[in-house]
C-alpha cells in the first residue's frame, strides 16, 4: 500500500473505500506529517485536530453504516487563510484581522465538506493576497520544499506547499493575478484557476471583486477535474457565478493523444527576460504536445506588455475600496489613535496593514482619486478590453495557448522583498489571463538546477472563456506522457511514519514505515 | 499624466493617505513617495496606448441582472456578527463619540 504522500485524493479516497485505511488512520498521519514538516516550512496559520479527527471518527462510523462515500470521502485538504469556515479564524495574513472567526461558511467551503473532506487547517499567505512570494504575511513566510532558502512562491503559499510536501493531496488557494498558478509552478504541482464565475467567491475576502476566483492546487489532474466538480456550480450568493450544473471533464477517445487539438504558441510569452532554464523546459514540454499529435502554432498577443501595469491599476482600485471595511468598528484590530473616529480609523489601518498592503491601498486610491481616474483607472479598463480582444482573436484559431506560468523558477527569499517593481514583475505571465477572465492551468514540466537543488517549472496552459474542461484535456495528455508531476521533494519522502505503530518499526526512511504497516 | 494636481511626491502620497484613511509615519512616507514615483513611472506606457473608441471592462464575468425572487429570508444573528467586534453594546458596534468632536463633522 502506498504511502499517504504518494496518493492523490483520487487514489487516498478509492482506499479508503475499499478499506484499505480508515479516516482516521489518514487524518493521524496527516497531523504527523503536519507535526514534521510544518517547523521547517511554516504552511499553516492554524491546525484544526481535534475537529478532524472527531470529524474523521464520524465519516468512519458512516462508512461502516454502509453510506455511500461522497466524492472527496475522507481526503484532508487545507484552506488559505482568506476562506470562511464558521467559527474558524482566518485573518488573511494580516495583524488587521487578528482573530476573526467568521460566523458563517463558505459555499465552496461547505461544498467540500458535503463531498466527504475533511480541513486540517488555515495555510498562511501574503497579506491579503497581495505577493508573490509569501513575505508579506505577518506572520513570517513559508518555504519551499525543494530549497527551505526560497520562495514557495504567492499569495497562495501555504496551500501550494501543503500540496507539494504531501500533506494534503487538494489545498485551495485564490487566484486574482496568479497566486495560484504561479506557487503551482514554483512548487513543481498542478494549480488551476477557473473561468471567472466558475466557482462561487461567497466568503471569500475580497481583494480584486473582478478578478478573484477560488482555484485548487492537486498533484494530478484527475484531482483538479475531482475538485472542480465539487466546487463549480450556481450560487445565489454570488450573482457572478455560472448559472450551470458543475464542471464535468472532457471524455476523449484516447486521453493520450491530442490529434485535433490546435495549441498556440505566443511569441510574447517567451520574452527575453526568461530564464534560460524555463525555457527549455518549457520549449521541451511544447515538443511534447507536439508528439502527441497537437498542432503548435506561433501565434500573438500584442499587448502583452502592457497587462502589468493594467492589472495593477484595476487590482489596486478594487482593492482600495474592498479594504476600506476594515477600520477597527465590526472585526479585528482596534488602535485608538486621538480618540475621534476618523482618528481611530487611520490609527487601526497604519498600525493593521504591512507596507505592500499600504502600498496597493494608496496606488489604488490614487488612479480613483479625482483628477486620476480617467487618466488611470479608466484607461486600463480599456487596456483590458484589448487584452481580451487579444485572446478572443487567437482563440479563433486554437484550442489553448502555451507559456511558461513564472519568468523564473523559485528565488531566495529576500532577493525581490525591497523592490515592488521586480516583484509585481514575476505576475507578467499569468495577470494577461486573469484580466481576460480566462482559465489557466500551471503544469509541472521539469526541473531547473541551482546551487545544487533541483527546482521546479511550470507551465500555464490557458483556455478561452469557460474552456477550462479543454484545458485540462491537454493537461491530461501531457501528464499521462511525463513523469514530473509525480517527483517529490527530498524532504517529503524524508518525513516521519505515518502512525505511531509504524513509527516503532521503522528503521530509516519511509521505505521501512511503508513496509511496517498492514 | 505625469504632472500631479496633488503636488510633489511626498505631497501627493500624504493627500492620498487621508483619502484612505491611512496615517503613515514620516519614514513610512518618504519611502513610499519614491515607490510609488518608480511604480508609476514604470506604468506610463499606458498613457502611450491609443485606447480611442474603446469600451473599457469593468469585469469578467460577463454574466449580468441576476435577480432572485424578493422574499424576505433571516439575516445571521445581531449577536454572532457582534462577537468579532472589538467593542460592542448588546445590539449595536460601539465607536468613538462623533457628535460634537472636531472628526464628527458628518
Not at chain 1, 123 to 135: K, P, Q, R, V
Not at chain 1, 412 to 419: F, V
Not at chain 1, 457 to 469: H, L, R, T
Not at chain 2, 60 to 75: N, Y
Request: aromatic share 6%; hydrophobic share 40%.
Amino acid at each position: 500500500m502506498s504511502a499517504l504522500h504518494e496518493l492523490d485524493a483520487t487514489a487516498l479516497r478509492n482506499s479508503i473505500q475499499k478499506g484499505e485505511r480508515s479516516v482516521r488512520e489518514t487524518i493521524l498521519e496527516t497531523f504527523a506529517r503536519v507535526d514534521a514538516l510544518d517547523p521547517p516550512l511554516h504552511m499553516f496559520l492554524n491546525t484544526q485536530r481535534g475537529e478532524a479527527l472527531s470529524r474523521a471518527a464520524e465519516l468512519d462510523q458512516r462508512l461502516a453504516a454502509g453510506e455511500r462515500p461522497g466524492p472527496l470521502f475522507g481526503v484532508p485538504v487545507a484552506l488559505k487563510a482568506n476562506m470562511c469556515l464558521a467559527g474558524v479564524e482566518t485573518n488573511c495574513g494580516s495583524r488587521i484581522l487578528g482573530g476573526y472567526r467568521p460566523p458563517y461558511t463558505a459555499t465552496f467551503v461547505q461544498r467540500l465538506l458535503d463531498a466527504g473532506a475533511i480541513v486540517v487547517g488555515m495555510t498562511n499567505m501574503d497579506e491579503f493576497a497581495m505577493g508573490s512570494s509569501s513575505e508579506n504575511s505577518a506572520f513570517g513566510p513559508t518555504r519551499n520544499p525543494w530549497d527551505p532558502s526560497r520562495t514557495p512562491g504567492g499569495s497562495s503559499s501555504g496551500s501550494a506547499v501543503a500540496v507539494a510536501a504531501g500533506i494534503v493531496p487538494i489545498a485551495l488557494g485564490s487566484d486574482t493575478g496568479g497566486s495560484v498558478r504561479q506557487p503551482a509552478a514554483l512548487c513543481g504541482i498542478y494549480g488551476f484557476k477557473p473561468t471567472y464565475g466558475r466557482v462561487s467567491r461567497y466568503g471569500l475576502v475580497a481583494f480584486g471583486s473582478s478578478l478573484d476566483q477560488v482555484s485548487p492546487f492537486a498533484r494530478s489532474v484527475r484531482d483538479i477535474e475531482l475538485a472542480m466538480a465539487v466546487l463549480s456550480g450556481a450560487d445565489e450568493n454570488d450573482s457572478t457565478c455560472f448559472d450551470e450544473p458543475p464542471l464535468q471533464p472532457e471524455q476523449p477517445a484516447d486521453p493520450g493523444s491530442l490529434a485535433g487539438i490546435r495549441i498556440g504558441v505566443p511569441k510574447e510569452y517567451f520574452p527575453a527576460v526568461l530564464a534560460g532554464g524555463v525555457r527549455e523546459r518549457c520549449e521541451a514540454a511544447l515538443a511534447r504536445l507536439s508528439e502527441l499529435g497537437a498542432e503548435l502554432v506561433e501565434v500573438s498577443l500584442p499587448h502583452t506588455d502592457y497587462a502589468i501595469p493594467t492589472y495593477y491599476v484595476v487590482a489596486t482600485a478594487e482593492a482600495s475600496s474592498n479594504l476600506a471595511r476594515y477600520d477597527g468598528v465590526r472585526y479585528g484590530l482596534r488602535v485608538e489613535g486621538d480618540g475621534s473616529l476618523q482618528g481611530m480609523f487611520a490609527a487601526t489601518r497604519e498600525k493593521g496593514f504591512g507596507p505592500e498592503v499600504k502600498r496597493r491601498i494608496l496606488l489604488g486610491t490614487y488612479v480613483l482619486s479625482a483628477g486620476y481616474y480617467d487618466a488611470w483607472y479608466g484607461r486600463a479598463l480599456k487596456v483590458r478590453a484589448l487584452l481580451a480582444r487579444d485572446f478572443e482573436r487567437v482563440f479563433e484559431k486554437v484550442d489553448v495557448v502555451v507559456g511558461p506560468t513564472s519568468p523564473t523558477a523559485a528565488f531566495k527569499l529576500g532577493e525581490k522583498a525591497d523592490d515592488p517593481v521586480a516583484m509585481y514583475l514575476c505576475d507578467i505571465l499569468t495577470t494577461p489571463v486573469s484580466l481576460a477572465g480566462i482559465p489557466g492551468l500551471s503544469v509541472p514540466v521539469g526541473f531547473v538546477e541551482e546551487g545544487g537543488k533541483k527546482l521546479p517549472v511550470g507551465m500555464q496552459i490557458a483556455g478561452p472563456w469557460k474552456g477550462d474542461a479543454r484545458v485540462l484535456r491537454v493537461a491530461r495528455a501531457y501528464e499521462i506522457a511525463s513523469e514530473y508531476h509525480k517527483a517529490a521533494p527530498p524532504m517529503a519522502t524524508l518525513a516521519p511514519p505515518r502512525n505511531p505503530a509504524a513509527a516503532k518499526n521503522a528503521s530509516t526512511g519511509e521505505g521501512a514505515t511503508r513496509g511496517a504497516r498492514a | 499624466m505625469a504632472a500631479s494636481p496633488h503636488g510633489s511626491p511626498i505631497e501627493t502620497v500624504r493627500k492620498v493617505a487621508d483619502l484612505a484613511r491611512l496615517d503613515l509615519a514620516d519614514a513610512e512616507e518618504e519611502a513610499l513617495a519614491l515607490q510609488f514615483a518608480s511604480i508609476l513611472e514604470h506604468f506610463q506606457v499606458l498613457a502611450r496606448l491609443d485606447v480611442s473608441g474603446v469600451e473599457g471592462m469593468l469585469g469578467a464575468s460577463r454574466v449580468d441582472d441576476v435577480l432572485r425572487e424578493d422574499l424576505p429570508r433571516p439575516s445571521l444573528p445581531a449577536g454572532e456578527m457582534l462577537r468579532n467586534a472589538p467593542a460592542h453594546t448588546a445590539d449595536f458596534y460601539s465607536v468613538p463619540k462623533t457628535v460634537g468632536t472636531a472628526g464628527g463633522e458628518m
